[in-house]
């Protein structure tokens, strides 16, 4: 997959939202801007109102002032085709587009993303609206990109109204063919739900008690597609008229109702948000989501769209990122592929329910905030990093991710109903990050063959051909890791049946008998030679068919029992791990798995330094993060040569020493 580079160089600034700001502001800003080293700017991302005062007309005066004057001070614009909000003179008209939720409520107009995805005529309005926007502004020598409305789905990610009903059947139809099948796929002769016909059909609105699963995941899928054809609409129309500008929407990374990586098939850029909560200090969580957004395009640069200079609005209490912080996460995200920092938003804004969040530029308005100078500094550093354009990661690791399977695991009357597969995924992610292991995600069915390592944390549902993918893996080398709860229903959450995980099991050598959840605040022992481990949530029962045990159990009427086996399958090995050890023992065993296959950090750093190596094809930087509030002294390795791209000052010796809070970036001198 090529790389886009939407500018020569790393892209710089926010979203700008002038029409909250009379005319004199916009040039102010403008000047503020180029003083700062921004060069790209998200405009009109809630402007419907603006541009199409009322329904079929159009006004571009105000917005073809604030595009000449940005782009005469240097500044391009990724411009925003305005869907995110219905205008209230729509809502007027059709008062049925506004959403309706899970109990049959309709939600009001007067905050945003007020509509139904299956509203006949949103779709209708769109295209209107998106064609004239980009009908006008094609030929604009500002427009570098395109920012297909905002966040999708991020307050309203299911509606539950008549014309969704309508569609779902549509969609069930298009799926299943006949009423039979769905009948078969969704087991409705338990608890009596067969359908006779597609019209008995209904979103799985509030029931009187466990609605069924099948249906309630094949909501899950309908309505990603629901939203993502207007997506897909938009994108047609910006297609046609401007083939050469790139078109992105932004992601929100750890989304469940958005399978993203279905989304960034149809995107040229991978763009997202990210709201790392400051009080929660090192953000492993944000790492693991840059890691996540670069692997949905196979590696290819993303621009980190939006974060806050300072603090939000929404938490229950909104703490400031401390001075340098900003910095050093901006830079722990270009480490892990950005190709552009931009924030939410410009300039702070005086009403509304977000005029308390930050921006680059406070209420104040002047330069001498302290965000603000924080904000031209990085700007100015940024701007010496073209070089890193386009630079890739090269990750030997992958860990498995799927959304629909977050979808199946997540749903209601499982044996342990407070799993969540983020925070499982992350446990074993945290042990990568912490030694700064370069890590990819890939789906279970995807080319896994550039990989020595695969991870596959709580993969639930295993579809068709995943699992010989998995086959492929193991038996050409690979080694797997693979949690319990895994390879357990097929895509419409059937059980594999024939003992768990039925089509794994001759990978795994073993079968799982039972399935015991461990109560919280209790726990269990991991005994593996004479080194004991705690392990919690979860212990499988298995009976070894091949498989040897690595760790047995301590504790309980299954004390002796294994825990963790390995088995040896074809050149590789596959390491199933039936319980939820504690992180020292993920990382003792991660350890000897990178070992055995030679995979190394960039550098060996102290505790809570990032470390991240990206590639342009005929160079190598370095990006060092120190999160620490004290120096660190690294150690380079003798046999090369590097330069310090910021201070611009060429590494004699192989001792540096990283500040606290700060970071180094290394450029491989090649000379
Ligand atoms: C994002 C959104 C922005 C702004 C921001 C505040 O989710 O896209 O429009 O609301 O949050 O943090």
Redesign the pocket.
Same mark, same amino acid.
């Given at each position: 997959m090529k790389n886009i580079n939407v500018l020569p160089s790393i892209c710089y600034g926010g *979203?700008y939202n002038p029409e909250q700001w009379p005319e004199e502001v916009w040039y102010e800003d403008a000047q503020l801007m180029q003083k700062a080293g921004v060069n790209l700017v998200s405009v009109g991302?809630f402007s419907w109102a603006k541009i199409e005062p009322q329904a079929g007309i159009f006004d571009f005066e105000w917005l073809d002032k604030v595009i000449n004057i940005l782009y005469d001070h240097g500044v391009h614009v990724n411009l925003s085709t305005a869907t995110a909000s219905t205008p209230a003179w729509f809502v007027r008209i059709y008062p049925d587009s506004l959403p309706v939720d899970e109990n049959g409520t309709r939600l009001s107009f007067g905050s945003r993303q007020h509509y139904c995805p299956n509203h006949p005529h949103l779709i209708k309005h769109i295209k209107k609206l998106v064609r004239a926007i980009a009908e006008h502004y094609k030929d604009h020598p500002a427009l570098k990109m395109w920012h297909v409305n #905002?966040?999708y789905a991020?307050h309203v990610s299911r509606c539950y109204c008549e014309n969704c009903a309508q569609a779902f059947r549509k969609w069930l139809k298009k799926r299943y063919h006949t009423i039979d099948e769905l009948n078969e796929r969704w087991g409705t002769n338990f608890w009596g739900q067969r359908y006779n016909d597609w019209d008995e059909i209904n979103p799985p609105r509030k029931t009187p008690t466990f609605v069924n699963p099948s249906q309630e995941l094949d909501y899950y899928r309908f309505m990603n597609d629901s939203i993502f054809n207007l997506f897909l609409a938009e994108k047609e129309i910006l297609r046609e008229l401007t083939p050469d500008i790139p078109i992105s929407t #932004?992601f929100?990374a750890s989304f469940k109702p958005l399978n993203y990586f279905q989304w960034a098939e149809e995107v040229d850029i991978v763009t997202w *948000?990210s709201?790392p909560d400051p009080r929660e200090g090192l953000p492993v969580n944000h790492a693991m989501m840059n890691d996540l957004m670069r692997s949905l395009r196979q590696g290819q640069p993303f621009l980190l769209m939006?974060q806050?200079t300072s603090h939000?609005n929404?938490r229950d209490i909104n703490v400031p990122k401390p001075p340098g912080v900003m910095r050093l996460w901006s830079y722990a995200t270009i480490g892990r592929g950005a190709d552009g920092i931009m924030f939410?938003q410009w300039r702070q804004s005086r009403a509304g329910a977000?005029k308390f969040?930050g921006a680059m530029v406070s209420h104040s308005g002047d330069e001498h905030s302290r965000v603000y100078r924080e904000v031209k500094e990085l700007g100015h550093e940024l701007s010496q990093l073209d070089g890193l354009v386009g630079a890739r990661i090269k990750a030997e690791v992958a860990i498995l991710f799927d959304w629909e399977n977050w979808w199946a695991v997540e749903l209601a009357s499982k044996p342990h109903n407070k799993l969540s597969y983020i925070a499982i995924v992350e446990h074993y992610y945290r042990e990568l990050y912490k030694r700064n292991i370069a890590v990819d995600f890939a789906r279970p069915g995807d080319d896994l063959s550039k990989y020595k390592v695969v991870i596959a944390p709580l993969l639930y549902m295993i579809k068709e051909r995943e699992d010989e993918n998995l086959h492929r893996f193991v038996k050409n080398g690979g080694t797997l890791l693979m949690s319990f709860f895994s390879g357990i229903v097929d895509e419409n959450d059937k059980v594999h049946l024939g003992g768990y995980p039925a089509l794994l099991r001759d990978i795994l050598g073993l079968c799982v008998e039972e399935f015991v959840p461990i109560a919280e605040g209790q726990s269990n022992l991991l005994q593996v030679g004479g080194e004991t481990f705690e392990c919690t949530t979860w212990a499988d029962m298995i009976r070894l068919e091949g498989a040897q045990a690595l760790a047995v159990y301590g504790e309980d009427w299954y004390a002796g029992h294994p825990a963790v086996t390995v088995h040896h399958f074809g050149q590789g090995k596959s390491v199933y791990i039936g319980t939820h050890p504690e992180s020292r023992f993920v990382g003792q065993l991660l350890e000897k798995v990178l070992a055995e296959h030679h995979i190394t950090p960039p550098l060996e750093v102290p505790a809570k330094v990032e470390v991240q190596r990206r590639y342009t094809e005929n160079e190598e930087y370095l990006i060092i993060v120190n999160h620490n509030g004290h120096d660190v002294q690294l150690t380079l390795p003798k046999d090369r040569n590097y330069q310090n791209v910021l201070s611009g000052e060429r590494l004699h010796g192989v001792k540096l020493t990283v500040k606290g809070i700060d970071v180094v970036v290394l450029k491989e001198d090649k000379n």
């Amino acid at each position: 997959m090529k790389n886009i580079n939407v500018l020569p160089s790393i892209c710089y600034g926010g *979203d700008y939202n002038p029409e909250q700001w009379p005319e004199e502001v916009w040039y102010e800003d403008a000047q503020l801007m180029q003083k700062a080293g921004v060069n790209l700017v998200s405009v009109g991302i809630f402007s419907w109102a603006k541009i199409e005062p009322q329904a079929g007309i159009f006004d571009f005066e105000w917005l073809d002032k604030v595009i000449n004057i940005l782009y005469d001070h240097g500044v391009h614009v990724n411009l925003s085709t305005a869907t995110a909000s219905t205008p209230a003179w729509f809502v007027r008209i059709y008062p049925d587009s506004l959403p309706v939720d899970e109990n049959g409520t309709r939600l009001s107009f007067g905050s945003r993303q007020h509509y139904c995805p299956n509203h006949p005529h949103l779709i209708k309005h769109i295209k209107k609206l998106v064609r004239a926007i980009a009908e006008h502004y094609k030929d604009h020598p500002a427009l570098k990109m395109w920012h297909v409305n #905002n966040e999708y789905a991020c307050h309203v990610s299911r509606c539950y109204c008549e014309n969704c009903a309508q569609a779902f059947r549509k969609w069930l139809k298009k799926r299943y063919h006949t009423i039979d099948e769905l009948n078969e796929r969704w087991g409705t002769n338990f608890w009596g739900q067969r359908y006779n016909d597609w019209d008995e059909i209904n979103p799985p609105r509030k029931t009187p008690t466990f609605v069924n699963p099948s249906q309630e995941l094949d909501y899950y899928r309908f309505m990603n597609d629901s939203i993502f054809n207007l997506f897909l609409a938009e994108k047609e129309i910006l297609r046609e008229l401007t083939p050469d500008i790139p078109i992105s929407t #932004n992601f929100m990374a750890s989304f469940k109702p958005l399978n993203y990586f279905q989304w960034a098939e149809e995107v040229d850029i991978v763009t997202w *948000d990210s709201y790392p909560d400051p009080r929660e200090g090192l953000p492993v969580n944000h790492a693991m989501m840059n890691d996540l957004m670069r692997s949905l395009r196979q590696g290819q640069p993303f621009l980190l769209m939006e974060q806050v200079t300072s603090h939000v609005n929404w938490r229950d209490i909104n703490v400031p990122k401390p001075p340098g912080v900003m910095r050093l996460w901006s830079y722990a995200t270009i480490g892990r592929g950005a190709d552009g920092i931009m924030f939410f938003q410009w300039r702070q804004s005086r009403a509304g329910a977000e005029k308390f969040h930050g921006a680059m530029v406070s209420h104040s308005g002047d330069e001498h905030s302290r965000v603000y100078r924080e904000v031209k500094e990085l700007g100015h550093e940024l701007s010496q990093l073209d070089g890193l354009v386009g630079a890739r990661i090269k990750a030997e690791v992958a860990i498995l991710f799927d959304w629909e399977n977050w979808w199946a695991v997540e749903l209601a009357s499982k044996p342990h109903n407070k799993l969540s597969y983020i925070a499982i995924v992350e446990h074993y992610y945290r042990e990568l990050y912490k030694r700064n292991i370069a890590v990819d995600f890939a789906r279970p069915g995807d080319d896994l063959s550039k990989y020595k390592v695969v991870i596959a944390p709580l993969l639930y549902m295993i579809k068709e051909r995943e699992d010989e993918n998995l086959h492929r893996f193991v038996k050409n080398g690979g080694t797997l890791l693979m949690s319990f709860f895994s390879g357990i229903v097929d895509e419409n959450d059937k059980v594999h049946l024939g003992g768990y995980p039925a089509l794994l099991r001759d990978i795994l050598g073993l079968c799982v008998e039972e399935f015991v959840p461990i109560a919280e605040g209790q726990s269990n022992l991991l005994q593996v030679g004479g080194e004991t481990f705690e392990c919690t949530t979860w212990a499988d029962m298995i009976r070894l068919e091949g498989a040897q045990a690595l760790a047995v159990y301590g504790e309980d009427w299954y004390a002796g029992h294994p825990a963790v086996t390995v088995h040896h399958f074809g050149q590789g090995k596959s390491v199933y791990i039936g319980t939820h050890p504690e992180s020292r023992f993920v990382g003792q065993l991660l350890e000897k798995v990178l070992a055995e296959h030679h995979i190394t950090p960039p550098l060996e750093v102290p505790a809570k330094v990032e470390v991240q190596r990206r590639y342009t094809e005929n160079e190598e930087y370095l990006i060092i993060v120190n999160h620490n509030g004290h120096d660190v002294q690294l150690t380079l390795p003798k046999d090369r040569n590097y330069q310090n791209v910021l201070s611009g000052e060429r590494l004699h010796g192989v001792k540096l020493t990283v500040k606290g809070i700060d970071v180094v970036v290394l450029k491989e001198d090649k000379n």
